[in-house]
Structures are given as C-alpha cells and as structure tokens.
C-alpha cells in the first residue's frame, strides 16, 4: 500500500483509541455538561473532533522515511481519511457499548455515551454524521498545511482562543462585572458557554491580530531595538509599572473567588520557583518536595496557632517565618546528605520515600501530641491583620511570589547559578573544574527548602488549618509537572505551568477528576514532543536538542534516514 | 585535591554517625522488645510468616525494576501500575468465572485461568509502555525517561480510575484456599503457601530461562554491553521488549498474588508496592536477579516484624502505622552503608 495511505490509517486509528480511551474514563460524559458555544456545541462532542482534527494534521503532513512531503488536495484527502478512520473507530465504539453491556467492568460503556458520540441523532444517521464530521474535520487539519504558514497559524491560534474563552466564562464574566463592561456579557456569553455569535467574534479578532503580528511583527520588534537605549528604559519602566498596577488590583477586578483561585496558584509559584531551583538549575529530580512544604506549614501552624497541641508560644506570622525558614532548610539539609552521591533515578525514589516519611510521620499516633495527628492543627491566624478573605491574603502572597522570582533570577545569573549549571551538564566535569558539588547540592536542596516551606506556611495561615492529607505525593508530582510544562529552568516558564495546571483545573469543576490523568498526560507528551517546555530557557533547549541537532546533520550528509532508531548507552 | 576530600570525608562521617545511630536505635528496640516479652513466640512466627508471604511478593515486582534496570539503567517507574492492572485484571476475571460457577467445579482451572489473563493483561502493559513511553526516548538524558515514567505512572493510575471507578472493590474468595496448613512445626494459611510456592516456582522458572535459553543468554549479553550485543546478531531491540514483557508477566502473578493475600482492588494499590519492591531490588543489588528474591523476602520480613521487634520496646502507639517509615528507612540506610546492595556490581550505583 501507499506509505502515506498507511500512515494515514493508522494515525487515525490511533486516534480512534484515543477517543475510545477518553470515552471509556468518563471525559466526553462530563464535558457533555459544558457547552463550547451554547445550544451548538459541548465540549464532549468538541473533543472527538479536535482529536480528529489533530489526526488530519499529523496525516496529511510532510513524512520522515521515506521523505515525502504531501501536497495540494492529495494532502486535503489524507488528512479526510485519517480522520474518517478515526470516525470509524468512534462509530465502532458507540455500537459496541449499545449492543454489548460490559457495565460491570468499564462503568462508562453505557448506551448514553454512544448517544453522546452520535450527537445525540440515533444509530444510522448518526453512524453517519459521525463519520463525515470526522473525515471533514481530518480534511481541515490537513489543510493547514496547505494553505500560506502565517494563515495556518493565525487559524490556530484564533481557534484555540476562543476555545479557551468559551471554558473560562465564570472567569471571563467575573472580570467583566467588576470592571463595569457588563453588557459585553450578553454578546457574548449564554448560559454556560460562548454565543454564536461571540465565539465567531473572538475567533476573528484574534485570527485578525496575529496574523497581522506575523507579517508587521517583525518591523515592530526592529523600531524597538533601532530605539535609543534611555527610551528603552523607559518602555521597560512602564511596561514594569502596568505590570505591578494590575497585579495590586487584580483581586479587585476578579472577585473573591477568583481570587481564591489567583491565591492557589500563586502557592504553586512559589513551590514551582523552590522546585526549579531543585530540579531545573541543579538538575536534582527531588519528588519528596511536599516534605517541605509540609514542614512549613506544620511549623507554621505550631508556632502561631493558639490550638497548637504541644508547644504554642502563638507568634505573629512574621516572627515565626525565621524559624520555619531555618527548620525547613535543616531538614533540606538532612535529605540532602544521604542522597549527595546517588545518581538521578535513584535521587528521585529516595527523596520520594523522605517525602512519604514527612507525611507518615505526621499522620502518626507517635507524632500526635506534637502535631495533632489526623485531627490537625486549627485556627492558624492570617499572616496580615486584615483577616483571611482571598483578596487580602492575595497580597503576602504577591508579595512572597515577587521576593522568590526575584531570588531565583538573581541566583541564576550569579556564581552559584553557573555552578549549578555546570554540575547538571556533567557532573564529573564540573568537579573537575573546582566545583565543590557537595557544597553546591546541598546549598540547592536547602534553598529549595526555603522557598517551599513558605509557600507552605502561607498555605497554613490561607486555609487556617493544617492536616496531613493536605501533604500527600500529589503536591510534589504537580510542581513537577508545572514546571516541566511551563519549561525547566526558567522562571516565566513556572509562572506560565502554574496558571495553566493550576489555574484552569480551578476554573474548569468537569476538569478537577481527570486533573492527574491530565497531569501524567502532559509529562509523557511534553517528554516525547518538547522536554524544553511551553518556554524554554535557551540553554536548556540547546542542551535537549543537541543530539536531534547532531542527528539531523549526520542525516543530511548521509542524504537518507536509515529509519533505525540511535541505541545509545 | 585535599581539601575537597576533607570535606567528603565530613559527610561521610555524619552519614556514618547517622546510620550507625539509626542502627543503635533499631537494636537497642528490639533488645527492649524482646525482654519486656510482649508477643509470645507463636505470634513472632506468624509475623515471620506473613512476611515471607508478603516478601515473594516483593520479590516477584523486584525483578521486574532488576530485569529493567539491568538492560537500560532506567528505573521503569511505572511498574507498580503494571502490577496493579494485573491485579484488576485478576478481579475481573475472577469474578466472571465465579458467576459462571467455575470457582466452585473447577476450582484449580480456575485459578489458572485468572491467574494466566492477569499476568497477559499485565505483559501487554508493560509492552505497550515501553513502546509508546520509553523506546522514542532511549539515549536521551537521564531524567527525561525518568519523568516520562512518572507521568506514565500517573496515566496508567487514572485511567483505571476511569474506567473501573474509584471505589475499593473486594475479591471473590478462592474457597479452595481457605483453610491453614502445617508444613513442619511452622503453622501458615493455605493462601500464604499458594503465594509462597507460586513466587518460587516462578523465580526457579526464571532463573532457568535467563540461565539455559537462547533468549535468556542475549538478554544477559545485552545487558553486558547493548553495542557487543548488536555487533553479535542479537536484535537489542527486540530483547528490550522481552524484558518487559517477562517483567509485565511477573508483575502480572504479583498482583493476583497480592489480591489473594489483601482480598481487595484499588486504583492506587500499585503505588507503595511499587516503591518497595524497588527498595527489595536495590537492596539485593540492583541489576542481580537473585538479589532482587533475597531482598524481596528481606524487606517482606522487615516490613512485617519490624514494627513490632523495633518500635514497641519504645512503647510507641500503633507502631503499625509506622511500617512504612520502616520501608523507606531501609532504603535510606542501604543507600548510606552499602549503594552496592547485597549481590550487586559497584558501578551500577
């Protein structure tokens, strides 16, 4: 058969798992309840063809080995049966769940999640939609690669705009109350999605916008840097001034529950900034980092809170941050030394095995008089006087967020930084160079400490009380994933991880059970598809692509790919 | 450089000091324990029991990480999700056969039949996760397979949460394993010595195909060197996939065994079991076959008296709870004393 007629079947039956996979957990029956655009289209039935739509693009785009670049409507047609197979797949699963019940093992395969997949029409008719929904759809992400590149991605980005406009409404509307703008409410938004109309309006406005940053973008970028530096300085001035001015009064603008959201999310920054130092500046895989979040909120609760079983000498949040600091970075310290001369993989098990210790320890009987067992610790006090609504504990945390980026940037530039950097890339290499990698390894686990166990004291004084199961494995496994989404080593990158699988799990209630399926997804993907991340530090993509780099020459002087994978030790 | 030494050497002092006083700690316990005289000496062998039950099962998940790691020093940390969808599998597979009325005609068939679709589902995991998770990646740097594992772990956790729910579901009763038996003076349940023999014959089935087979000789020779291997005719990659595989099939009996054992399925069962039987693969030595059966058995032990032998002689209440901490200090302390393990090559570490 035709390598590309092959490849494009079996891109979309791999699609068709996919789908099969997404149904069968449950996700297309809970984002039934979530319309895209209102009384058009959920994002349960927005899903299935997204993923055919991925299906086509991959179809119909250029291949490897053997080197062919499909084009015109020969690509168009790929694209349309790749996604037509993956519509078949969906057809097939939609019949096999009305005629086989297999409840009892897969609670999903329910006859409604067939009905759900036919768009709600009946077997035949649609066996039938389904089908040339899916091709159409595989047909329009081949097509992609056909029209101009700037267009293409000017349709994407407008695309996955409003899509994303349509999930965040509580935000979106939230916002638009409090800053007075309330009729564009009604244009845009229905009960629980986007209007027609407002998804049609958002698509081109942003379509419109970058495709017009793609052919002026440049131009732009020039007249800046043709400026005269003191200009330039002054710009950066401003655009710093806007930033903070917003930032003071975002808690206004998007009201108490969202700014709850806002609260969490910058409790990730700060455990995301402790982390990356750990793991993207010294290369230290630590999964035990709840351990120290743990260790500040608990030392927090103790020394400030009044119902503190044991000890409660009840100081004021900011006396009491010293001695957390200082606990935190002790017991940084004292996971640090053992695993000083382990290799990566087995760093990860074992700081992973303190961080389960942490959280046994204080779920212990044994541990009970001192840090109140399964019962916890209450009424830990807010940090500032003004109380604990989320629009005034925003601001320690803004403040702390602010203070720790702030480090982390300084610290990545200074001496310190560079010998970190050194000693991820080649560890040996760095200690020959006169690095002390003790020193430096522990200094990272200890500063890391730092930064987590305030994020965890300021958790303590936002909720109020602490239990253990607030420090389970999870925390760490999502600032990993924060990080390594947002990209390794970079401090944007933490900031962009958090708002995305923090913030929107937040906004999005359909998205909160699948949240670590999510999770796990994102680590495998970003791992096989981009393990710089979302924005890489350039050091860091360098470093991950130089074998791809180096393959990629020895392919071009070699003129063909030998389609063997590189087995490297 | 000696300055640089000096300063080792200060670490490797205190870690000294810490181990060794660890070590005093858990001694002087059970010196304590044992002369205030609280379990009788029926009880201390039922715990002993309990232990070697539960450490073949270690075992048994120990080799899969040793077989891994042996051949591409990754530690596949999504292996106890591979343990645990066997596990599912067994459920499942029980269950139909119990409704079906097979557990009561045939009963041994039966076991057979869940125990052999446990441990295919299970092989066909680890296959297809190292085909989707970890072959694009081989000979990128170290952590990314790592974090890869990670996110596979949690993939493979939740999407049997998706699919099986989140509830605790219990199994049906195997009756033909009710019962105690007596083997000598030592006194265990019948379900203990269906896992302890299992476990065994299915090491001494191991050991024979990595020592005597074709297949078994390349994947020792892959190990040795992957390049040597390749220039000598053997498919590396296609030995890879075998070790998952045999790695899929041993976790695949550990987790009917495990069920047969707790009587109950759970998205998360994978996860603690995993760890530890890392922990029984790096104590034996990780990368040694046989390392990974003695520290298996090791920790099943430890984890089951210590609590008792260490902690009560302290009086510390619910020294149960505690067990874990027990798993995890084993390590450490492995990690501190001998990075080696019991059998293993130094330059594995």
């Known amino acids: ?569 | 450089m000696p300055v640089r030494r000096s300063r080792l050497n200060f670490v490797n002092l205190f870690l000294w000091v810490l181990g060794g006083s660890i070590l005093a700690l858990a001694a002087f316990g059970a010196f304590l324990t044992i002369q205030q005289g609280r379990l009788s000496g029926d009880q201390w062998q039922t715990l002993i029991v309990a232990g070697i039950a539960l450490g073949s099962v270690y075992a048994l998940l120990a080799l899969g990480y040793t077989l891994v790691y042996g051949i591409l020093f990754m530690i596949n940390f999504a292996h106890g999700e591979v343990f645990m969808w066997g596990a599912f599998t067994a459920y499942f597979a029980a269950t139909a056969l119990n409704n079906a009325g097979m557990m009561a005609s045939n009963p041994i068939l039966a076991f057979v039949l869940v125990l052999a679709t446990a441990m295919l589902v299970s092989m066909l995991v680890a296959v297809m996760l190292e085909r989707i998770a970890y072959r694009p990646l081989r000979g990128a740097p170290r952590l990314v397979p790592l974090i890869t594992a990670i996110g596979a772990s949690l993939t493979l956790q939740y999407t049997a949460r998706g699919f099986y729910g989140s509830g605790v579901r219990a199994y049906p009763d195997f009756t033909l394993f009710d019962g105690s038996i007596a083997l000598g003076p030592v006194g265990m349940t019948v379900k203990q010595f269906v896992v302890i023999a299992s476990a065994i014959t299915i090491m001494v089935l191991l050991y024979l195909f990595i020592n005597n087979t074709r297949t078994g000789r390349a994947m020792r020779a892959v190990s040795e060197d992957k390049d040597v291997a390749a220039m000598m005719g053997i498919n590396v990659d296609r030995i890879i996939v075998t070790t998952f595989a045999i790695g899929g099939l041993l976790a695949g009996a550990a987790g009917i065994l495990y069920t047969l054992l707790f009587n109950q399925v759970h998205f998360f069962m994978g996860f603690l079991p995993g760890i530890k039987a890392f922990t029984a693969a790096v104590l034996g030595g990780i990368g040694n076959v046989i390392g990974a059966a003695l520290g298996g058995l090791t920790l099943g032990i430890l984890e089951s008296l210590g609590p008792n032998l260490l902690l009560t002689g302290y009086g510390i209440p619910a020294p149960n709870q505690l067990k874990d901490v027990i798993a995890f200090s084993v390590l450490v302390l492995v990690l501190i004393f001998r990075p080696a393990g019991f059998l293993g090559r130094k330059e594995n570490v």
């Open chain 1, 1 to 569: 058969m035709d390598p590309l007629m092959r490849r494009a079947i079996i891109t979309g039956l791999l699609g068709g798992a996919a789908v099969i996979h997404i149904g069968l957990i449950g996700m297309i029956d809970a984002f039934q309840s979530r319309d895209t655009i209102a009384d058009v289209l959920t994002l349960g039935a927005l899903l299935p063809i997204l993923i055919a739509l991925l299906i086509g693009w991959r179809s119909g785009g250029p291949m490897r080995a053997p080197h062919i670049i499909p084009t015109g409507r020969r690509a168009v047609a790929l694209g349309a049966l790749g996604g037509g197979t993956t519509g078949l797949v969906i057809t097939a699963l939609a019949l096999f769940t009305t005629t086989i019940d297999v409840r009892w093992i897969l609670s999903n395969a329910s006859p409604s999640l067939a009905e759900e997949l036919w768009y709600g029409q009946g077997a035949a008719l649609g066996s039938v939609l389904v089908i040339v929904v899916s091709a159409a759809a595989g047909a329009a992400g081949a097509a992609l690669h056909v029209i101009p590149g700037t267009i293409a991605r000017a349709l994407t980005v407008g695309g996955i705009t409003a899509i994303l406009v349509a999930l965040m409404e509580p935000f979106v509307v939230a916002v638009l109350r409090n800053i007075g703008l309330r009729f564009l409410e009604g244009i845009f938004y229905a009960q629980g999605g986007l209007t027609l109309i407002g998804f049609v309006l958002v698509f081109a406005i942003t379509a419109a916008g970058t495709y017009a940053w793609a052919t002026r973008g440049r131009e732009t970028k020039q007249r800046v840097a043709a400026m005269p530096p003191d200009r330039r300085r002054t710009g950066k001035l401003v655009v710093y001034f806007v930033l903070t001015a917003f930032l003071l009064v975002l808690p206004q603008i998007v009201g108490s529950r969202l700014s709850e959201v806002v609260g969490t999310v910058g409790l990730y920054i700060l455990l995301g900034l402790g982390l990356n130092i750990v793991v993207g500046f010294a290369g230290l895989l630590d999964l035990g980092y709840v351990a120290f979040y743990a260790v500040g909120a608990y030392t927090t609760a103790v020394l400030t809170s009044a119902a503190s079983p044991a000890f409660s000498p009840e100081l004021p949040f900011f006396g009491a941050l010293p001695f957390v600091i200082v606990a935190a970075m002790l017991i940084g310290l004292m996971v640090g030394t053992p695993v000083l001369r382990l290799r990566g993989d087995y760093l990860a098990i074992v700081t992973l095995g303190f961080g389960e210790i942490a959280r046994i320890l204080f779920l212990s009987a044994w541990a009970q008089p001192l840090v109140g067992g399964a019962q916890g610790i209450l009424s830990v006090p807010p940090p500032i006087p003004f109380g604990r609504d989320p629009q005034s504990i925003y601001y320690p945390i803004l403040f702390f967020c602010i203070l720790a980026a702030v480090a982390a940037r300084s610290l990545q530039g200074s001496r310190v930084g560079r010998a970190w950097n050194a000693m991820r890339e080649d560890e040996s290499v760095a200690e020959a160079t006169g690095i002390n990698t003790v020193t430096y390894k522990l200094l990272a686990f200890g500063l890391g400490a730092a930064f987590g166990c305030i994020s965890g004291a300021l958790f303590a004084t936002k909720i109020g009380t602490v239990f253990p199961v607030s420090f389970d494995l999870l925390v760490s496994i999502n600032a990993l994933a924060l990080i390594i989404l947002g990209g390794m080593g970079n401090i944007a990158g933490v900031i962009v991880g958090a708002l995305v699988l923090v913030g929107l799990p937040e906004l999005l209630r359909e998205f909160s059970e699948f949240r670590l399926l999510i999770y796990g997804m994102v680590l495998v993907t970003m791992m096989l598809l981009r393990p710089e991340g979302l924005l890489p530090s350039r050091s860091r993509r360098a470093e991950l692509h130089e074998r791809e780099d180096a393959e990629d020459q020895y392919e071009d002087e070699a003129g063909e790919e030998t389609g063997q994978p590189v087995v490297t030790t």
